[in-house]
């Protein structure tokens, strides 16, 4: 009997232990509704408010970034060497002479288009030629593609002049 007793007891004991669980389990419940209840309610205005302060932050940068870009292209915008735009632009197809391109330093394949002249390969470049996009598909200047064009000749075998600046050229033809 008194094992009973106590077994009783113990059973009595988990009964309120439950029930300790579940009032805790309750409330923590209720918190958690009530903190989504309050998201749901805030959410969609302070998601707007971001979104503001987002377009607010976006147009208080653009001016800024604006200036920045115009430095660097102020500042870093001096035209490319023949090289450097080779390099950008040229070297993906006539670095392998991929398309059917006059390969980089191939003076046998450079031979007889160098021999049409400087003036008749700046117009190949300059408009595009078969598989060859018009400025090899760059935004360089004609000054810039004039390097490119001369500095890849000239690997190739030719002997072309240095092109003028735009600038030395116009003072030049005064
Ligand atoms: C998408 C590939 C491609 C790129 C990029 C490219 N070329 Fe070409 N280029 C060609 C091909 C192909 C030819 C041969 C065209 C032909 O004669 O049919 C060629 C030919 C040329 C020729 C010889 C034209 C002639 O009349 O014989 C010159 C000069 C030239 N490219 C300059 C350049 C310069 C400068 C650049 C970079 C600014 C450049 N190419 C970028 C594919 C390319």
């Known amino acids: 009997m008194r094992d009973v007793r106590l077994t009783a007891s113990a059973h009595r004991q988990a009964g309120f232990a439950l029930t300790n669980t579940q009032v ?3 409330s923590v419940a ?8 309050l998201i749901a309610i805030g959410g969609p205005g302070s998601r707007r408010a971001n979104a503001q302060s987002e377009q607010d932050v976006a147009m208080r940068l ?7 870009v115009k430095a660097a292209a102020a500042g870093g915008g001096e035209p490319r060497t023949g090289e450097q735009l080779y390099q950008a632009a040229c ?3 006539h ?20 021999k049409t002249g400087y003036d008749a390969l700046m117009a190949s470049a300059t408009k ?3 598989s060859m996009p018009a400025r090899g598909g760059s935004d ?5 593609l004039a390097r490119a064009v001369v500095y890849m000749a000239n690997k190739g075998g030719a002997s072309f002049p240095e092109p003028k600046a735009p600038a030395a050229a116009a003072s030049a033809a005064q």
């Open 24 to 26: 805790v389990l309750a």
């Open 62 to 68: 653009q001016p800024v970034g604006t200036v920045v």
């Open 95 to 114: 670095g392998a002479g991929t398309l059917g391109a006059p390969k980089f330093g191939d003076a046998a394949a450079w031979g007889s288009r160098i």
């Open 140 to 144: 360089a200047s004609d000054f810039e």
């Open 128 to 130: 595009g030629k078969n």
């Open 30 to 37: 209720g918190t958690v509704l009530l903190a989504v209840a």
């Open 91 to 93: 070297n993906a197809c």
